[in-house]
């Protein structure tokens, strides 16, 4: 089986989009403070970029979680690891590489409000081109739309691989 990489987004359209997202998000908190929760490892790349960008005082904490093995949705939650700070009364910002169903998006959003966190909103770097009957949650703030396509690079992968590509890229595999 061969593989065959095709760039969709380039390290300089990630770039400027970030620098946009870091500062609608520092206008939407101006005058609070934020705590951030990255989800790993996808997210990774991107909340490290983002993060850098807001402008708003910051608690920073992240969360292993997901529901994909290989390249499917198995639609069970895994959570991998807990988070540290106590979310009581916090606005809290979770951060993601790629909405696709929502599933693990909304069940942690959930978890979050659950712990009695003051709000949570979601910023995601891609919103996958899927149709809206079929998302479990919707980001507050993305980066792109993609097409419904299988993604790599910039932190996500394909069973681990690809997330160090500097650019988003649809893979395919024949």
């Known amino acids: 089986m061969s593989?065959?990489?095709?760039?969709?987004?380039?390290?300089?359209?990630?770039?400027?989009?970030?620098?946009?997202?870091?500062?609608?998000?520092s206008r939407a908190y101006a005058g609070s403070e934020l705590t951030a929760i990255v989800v790993m490892n996808g997210g990774l790349f991107f909340a490290a970029d983002l993060l850098r960008r807001i402008d708003v005082p910051l608690?920073?904490?992240?969360l292993a979680a997901g529901s994909y093995?290989?390249?499917a949705s198995t639609g069970q939650l895994a959570m991998r690891s807990k988070l540290k700070l106590h979310l009581a009364g916090r606005h809290v910002l979770l951060i993601d590489d790629i909405l696709d169903t929502g599933f693990t998006l909304a069940?942690?959003?959930?978890?979050?409000?659950?712990?009695?966190?003051?709000?949570?909103?979601?910023c995601v770097l891609i919103d996958k081109a899927i149709p809206p009957e079929r998302k479990?949650?919707?980001?507050?703030?993305?980066?792109?739309?993609?097409p419904a396509e299988y993604l790599v690079g910039y932190g996500m992968d394909s069973d681990e691989h690809y997330r160090n590509l500097p650019d988003i890229c649809i893979l395919r595999e024949e």
Not at 3 to 25: F, H, Q, S
Not at 136 to 146: E, I, N, S
């Open 3 to 25: 593989v065959t990489l095709t760039p969709l987004y380039d390290v300089l359209a990630l770039r400027k989009r970030i620098d946009e997202l870091g500062a609608e998000i």
């Open 59 to 62: 608690w920073v904490d992240s």
């Open 69 to 71: 093995l290989h390249h």
């Open 107 to 122: 069940e942690i959003q959930k978890t979050i409000l659950a712990e009695g966190a003051a709000s949570c909103r979601t």
């Open 136 to 146: 479990k949650a919707k980001a507050d703030w993305f980066g792109f739309r993609a």
